[in-house]
């Protein structure tokens, strides 16, 4: 079971290796969020895994995955989709992200939904975390890139990109230690796992919801 379920990993990987992302027109990757279907994304985090066996690939990735903190580039926004979740986040089925810098020299980042109900609940709840080098996903000492670490959420900056409201104490789930744990798929498309790693020493770690699709939104500016 386990032998057929890595060829078809493989077959897959072949597949998307055909189409590198590197040679999709950066304007066009955001379809990638609409053409894959939610197992499909799921299946990207195992593809994203695959990399780590080449050790070339590995450091060819982590010079791709450093943020470039450009002074003209205040920031960086990915649209985002989840392969499913719980009723209680259903809001975050499709979502964006912001990366942005802190005065204090660390990487912060933001959820937000475009829905009316969303965009209310975005601004008593803004999901604010923060962007940490991490190379082991704690519940399963599977290989990645990146976290983001939600915390308590009052984290203490001062300075947000414009419109964003300051942070607040996260609510539950998102108060309970959530990280999200991030892979590189190609330039500009990430793939993460969110997790509830609980504030309680006995606490089993659970998944929050499924994987995360992220595409950065093309910006003429940066380039």
């Not at 994304?41 to 791709?64: C, L, M, Q």
């Not at 599977?142 to 983001?148: M, V």
């Amino acid at each position: 079971m386990e032998l057929r379920r890595r060829r078809r990993l493989n077959l897959t990987w072949k597949k998307w290796m055909s189409k590198k992302i590197e040679d999709i027109p950066e304007e066009r990757r955001h379809r990638l969020l609409q053409l894959l279907n939610p197992r499909l994304i799921s299946i990207a985090w195992e593809i994203a895994g695959t990399r780590y066996h080449d050790p070339k690939f590995v450091r060819k990735t982590d010079s791709n995955i450093r943020f470039n903190k450009d002074a003209a580039i205040p920031f960086h926004v990915y649209n985002c989709r989840t392969s499913g979740g719980p009723f209680l986040i259903a809001w975050l089925k499709f979502f964006k992200k912001t990366i942005f810098y802190g005065n204090n020299g660390k990487t912060y980042g933001r959820f937000s939904s475009g829905s009316i109900v969303a965009q209310f609940a975005n601004q008593l709840c803004p999901l604010y975390f923060e962007v940490t080098q991490m190379k082991e996903v704690m519940s399963t000492e599977q290989p990645c890139d990146l976290a983001y670490e939600f915390g308590d959420g009052l984290f203490d900056l001062d300075e947000f990109p414009s419109g964003f409201p300051k942070p607040v104490k996260h609510p539950y789930p998102f108060s309970d230690e959530v990280v999200i744990y991030i892979r590189h798929m190609g330039p500009g498309v990430l793939v993460g796992q969110a997790w509830q790693e609980g504030k309680e020493l006995d606490q089993v770690p659970q998944k929050l919801c499924g994987e995360i699709l992220m595409v950065k939104e093309y910006n003429p500016s940066e380039n």
